[in-house]
C-alpha cells in the first residue's frame, strides 16, 4: 500500500460514519443501496483526493464531496432524495415529532436542504459556505429564514 492509499483509508475511516449518514438520507431509487452510493462518494473522493489543497478543513471537503456526489446521482437517476425517518434513531416519545420534522426538511429546496442538513451536523457558517459555495452572510440569512419557516410550519 502505497502512502497516499494509506493517508486516504485514513481519511474515510475518521469521516465513514458521517459519509454513510449523507448516503442513507437519499432514496434513489429500488436499484440503489446505501451501500452503492457509498461506494460511489467514495470513488469520487478518491478521485478528488489528489486535488484536494487544504483550503478548507478535510471534514468539510469530505461533506462537500459527498452531498454532491448524492446529488448529481439524483439528478442522473431522475429522482428526488427522501428519506425514511425510521432509519434514524430518535427518543420513542417523540416519533411523530421526528418523522414530521424530516419530511420538513426533506421538502425544502436546495441549497436551503443542504445548509440546514450541514448546520445539524455542526458544521461552522464557514464550513458551510465552503461547501455550498455561498458567502458566510447568505449562508446566515437563508439558514436563519429556513429554521423559521420550518419553525412555523411545525407549529401549525
Known amino acids: 500500500m502505497d502512502p497516499d492509499e494509506k493517508t486516504f483509508k485514513e481519511l474515510i475511516h475518521r469521516h465513514r460514519d458521517m459519509i454513510w449518514s449523507i ?17 460511489e462518494v467514495l470513488c469520487d473522493l478518491w478521485r478528488g483526493y489528489g486535488s484536494f489543497d487544504n483550503r478548507s478543513s478535510e ?55 443542504t445548509i440546514i442538513k450541514a448546520h445539524a451536523q455542526g458544521f461552522s457558517y464557514a464550513e458551510i459556505a465552503n461547501i455550498t459555495g455561498l458567502k458566510i452572510g447568505a449562508v446566515s440569512m437563508r439558514l436563519t429564514r429556513a429554521l423559521r419557516k420550518l419553525r412555523k410550519q411545525y407549529n401549525q
Not at 25 to 39: G, K, V
Not at 103 to 111: C, D, R, V
Open 23 to 39: 448516503c442513507k438520507s437519499y432514496r434513489l431509487s429500488a436499484a440503489w443501496t446505501t451501500e452503492d452510493a457509498f461506494h
Open 59 to 113: 471534514r468539510t471537503w469530505v461533506y462537500r464531496v459527498a452531498t454532491n456526489t448524492m446529488l448529481t446521482l439524483t439528478r442522473k437517476i431522475g429522482n428526488q432524495p427522501t428519506i425514511d425517518a425510521r432509519d434514524y434513531p430518535v427518543p420513542l416519545y417523540r416519533f411523530d415529532d421526528y418523522y414530521d420534522l424530516v419530511e420538513m426538511i426533506e421538502a425544502t429546496p436546495e441549497p436551503d436542504r
